[in-house]
Nanobody, 116 residues
Framework: QVQLVESGGGSVQPGGSLRLSCAAS????????MGWYRQAPGKQRELVAE???????NYAESVKGRFTISLDSANSAMYLQMNSLKPEDTAVYYC??????????WGQGTQVTVSS
């Protein structure tokens, strides 16, 4: 069964850090583009970061230099290290696995709130 499950969200003050985890089952990372997306209230879901072929990374301009995406293929996990968090980073964060000619796989989402 193909499944993604996020964890690690929470509340943090501006300038703080969080590490999101995405546990994957039934997914071969090298065959997928693995990514983190987020959706803030009243806004469209947007790409935060993605990793292609297991090592090429892309980041949204708004998170460059602050967020780092990584994979742990041995443990079938993907991570998003988020540093220097800002209130505008507040959103539900989703992990995603996509592959041409296959349906996208989404996790259930984890809430990140950045507030003083």
């Amino acid at each position: 069964q193909v499944q993604l499950v996020e964890s690690g969200g929470g509340s943090v003050q501006p300038g703080g850090s969080l590490r999101l985890s995405c546990a994957a089952s039934g997914i071969i990372f090298r065959l997928r583009v693995m990514g983190w997306y987020r959706q803030a209230p009243g806004k469209q879901r947007e790409l935060v970061a993605e990793i292609i072929n297991g090592y090429t990374t892309n980041y949204a301009e708004s998170v460059k230099g602050r967020f780092t995406i990584s994979l742990d293929s041995a443990n079938s996990a993907m991570y998003l290290q988020m540093n220097s968090l800002k209130p505008e980073d507040t959103a539900v964060y989703y992990c995603n696995a996509r592959r041409p000619n296959f349906n996208d796989v989404w996790g259930q989402g984890t809430q990140v709130t950045v507030s003083s």
